[in-house]
C-alpha cells in the first residue's frame, strides 16, 4: 500500500510559534499582514466561496479589502442604491420564462429547512405562484432541531428529496478531508453545491434558487450578478475532481467505487450547459435580511429554534442543523483565525442588528470557543474502526482512533505562524478584532 494514505500523527514543534522569528511563514494563500474592516470586522483572512472538487491542497482566495474596506460592505453599500421594486420586477419576469403551465414543479430550492430556505421555498409557492420542490444534501449528524425543522418544512406545504449518503463513505471522507485540509465539512459542502443541480437535471426543471449569494460576503469575481458561478457546480472532466484532498484514481485504493461518491460529484460543464440549467441567487432580487428570515419562519410554521446558544457563537438560529457545525467552525477559527462569532457579527452590523462595538464584545467573548457540546460524538463519527470499515481501511491510518488529544496535535499543525503564537497561557492569535 503506498505510504500516501497512511496518515502519519500530525507531530509539530510548537516552539516554531514563539515570538517573532516565524511569523511571516503564511499558509492557505492567507494575507501576511491581518487586517479587519472598519465598517464591520471582517477579516481580510476569509476565504471566498471557491469550487471546492478542485481543492487538492488548502489555497484560499481571501476577500478583498478595499482601504480598510471589505468587499461585503462595499456590495452592502452598493445595495443601498438598488431599486428593489426594478429588482423584483425583473424576478418576476425571470420566473415567467420557467414557470410551468403544466402545474408541474418548475424551480428547485435547496436547502435544510432552516430560516433562510424555508423563506426562499414559502415565498416562491405563496407569493410568486411558482411550485417548488426542495432538495437537502444530508448533514454528517442532525440535531434533534434540525431535523424537525426538516419535517416541519415538509409539514409546512413542500415535497422534499433528501440525499443521505452511505454513512461509512461519508464518515471515511469526512476523516480523510481533516487529515488532509482540516476541512471535516467539505463533503457537506460538496452535496450542497452538487446534490441539487443533478436533481434539477434529473428531474427536468432548469432553474435552481439558493438563498444568499456568498458573493455577498467577499467573491472572487468581479461583478456581482444574480447567477451563481458555474465553476462551483461543474467541472471539465472528473480527472480534475478532488474530493477530501484525493483524486478519484487514488481514492480507488480505499476501495471506493465511483457510483459510491455520487452525492459529491459534480455535473460536467456541457452536461450543466447542455440541460439549460440555471442557479440563482434570491438575495439578489430582494433585500435580504436573515434575521427577519429567522422572524418570518416562526411566524408562518412551527420553525424550531435550538434550545441552546450555536457553540462558536451567540445566536440559537444560526448553523443549527448539523452537530458537525460546531467542529467546522473550530477549524475555520484555527486555520484563518475568525470564527463563527466574526462571520455571524459582520454580517449584522452591516445590516444594522448590531453596533460595531456589539460586534467586538461577542467576537471577544465567543470566537473560537472549543466545541465542547457534541464533541465526544464527533470524535467518534471521524474514527476509524476496524469493526466498522474492516482491517483494510483500519490500517491505513496510523491513528484511525480519532480522541482529544490527536485532534489537539493535528489543530497545532494547521495552524499558520503568521496567525498564531505561544505564550505562557497556551496560543494566541497575534492580531485580535477585540483589541481595536
Not at 479587519?36 to 470586522?41: R, T
Not at 443521505?164 to 463513505?169: D, G, M, R, S, V
Not at 443541480?197 to 434529473?202: D, G, I, L, P
Request: proline share 4%; with cysteine; charged share 30%.
Amino acid at each position: 500500500m503506498s505510504n500516501k494514505f497512511y496518515y502519519e500523527e500530525k507531530k509539530i514543534d510548537t516552539d516554531i510559534f514563539i515570538g517573532d522569528k516565524n511569523k511571516n511563514i503564511v499558509k492557505y494563500n492567507l494575507p501576511a499582514k491581518v487586517e479587519f474592516c472598519k465598517k464591520c470586522l471582517n477579516s481580510n483572512q476569509r476565504p471566498t466561496t471557491r469550487a471546492e472538487h478542485l481543492i487538492k491542497e488548502d489555497i484560499t482566495i481571501p476577500t478583498r479589502f478595499f482601504d480598510g474596506v471589505c468587499e461585503a460592505c462595499v456590495i452592502k453599500d452598493k445595495k443601498q442604491n438598488v431599486d428593489w421594486e426594478k429588482r423584483e420586477y425583473e424576478f418576476k419576469k425571470l420566473l415567467d420564462q420557467y414557470r410551468s403551465s403544466k402545474r408541474r414543479y418548475d424551480v428547485v430550492v435547496p436547502g435544510s429547512g432552516g430560516k433562510d430556505s424555508f423563506y426562499v421555498a414559502h415565498q416562491l409557492k405563496y407569493k410568486y405562484k411558482m411550485n417548488p420542490i426542495t432538495v437537502t444534501a444530508s448533514p454528517f449528524i442532525y440535531t434533534d432541531w434540525g431535523w424537525k425543522n426538516l419535517q416541519n418544512w415538509t409539514n409546512s406545504g413542500f415535497e422534499n428529496f433528501l440525499n443521505t449518503p452511505n454513512q461509512k463513505i461519508y464518515r471515511l471522507l469526512a476523516r480523510i478531508a481533516l487529515e488532509n485540509m482540516f476541512h471535516p465539512w467539505h463533503l457537506w459542502i460538496l452535496g450542497q453545491k452538487n446534490v441539487p443541480t443533478k436533481f434539477a437535471k434529473n428531474l427536468k426543471i432548469p432553474l435552481v434558487i439558493y438563498g444568499e449569494s456568498p458573493s455577498e460576503y467577499g467573491s472572487p469575481t468581479e461583478e456581482y450578478t444574480s447567477d451563481y458561478v458555474i465553476d462551483w457546480h461543474t467541472c471539465k472532466n472528473l480527472d480534475e475532481v478532488y474530493i477530501s484532498g484525493e483524486s478519484l484514481k487514488t481514492l480507488k485504493d480505499f476501495g471506493l467505487q465511483e457510483y459510491e461518491l455520487e452525492p459529491f460529484l459534480p455535473l460536467t460543464k456541457d452536461d450543466f450547459v447542455e440541460n439549460k440549467i440555471k442557479c440563482l441567487a434570491f438575495s439578489y432580487f430582494h433585500d435580504w435580511h436573515p434575521q427577519a428570515n429567522f422572524y418570518y419562519a416562526i411566524e408562518h410554521s412551527d420553525f424550531n429554534l435550538s434550545p441552546e446558544r450555536t457553540a462558536g457563537t451567540y445566536s440559537k438560529y444560526s448553523g443549527i442543523d448539523d452537530k458537525m457545525d460546531d467542529f467546522y467552525w473550530y477549524t475555520y477559527f484555527i486555520k484563518y483565525g475568525m470564527g463563527r462569532t466574526t462571520w455571524d457579527s459582520a454580517h449584522e452590523i452591516r445590516n444594522g442588528d448590531l453596533s460595531i462595538e456589539e460586534g467586538r464584545m461577542l467576537i471577544s467573548k465567543y470566537d473560537g470557543e472549543y466545541p465542547e457540546r457534541f464533541s465526544d460524538e464527533i470524535l467518534e463519527y471521524l474514527s476509524i474502526s476496524e469493526k466498522c470499515f474492516g482491517k483494510k481501511i483500519h490500517k491505513l491510518f496510523e491513528r484511525p482512533i480519532l480522541d482529544r488529544k490527536y485532534f489537539n496535535q493535528m489543530t497545532d499543525f494547521f495552524r499558520s505562524p503568521h496567525l498564531w503564537e505561544k505564550t505562557n497561557n497556551g496560543m494566541k492569535l497575534r492580531a485580535q478584532v477585540s483589541s481595536g
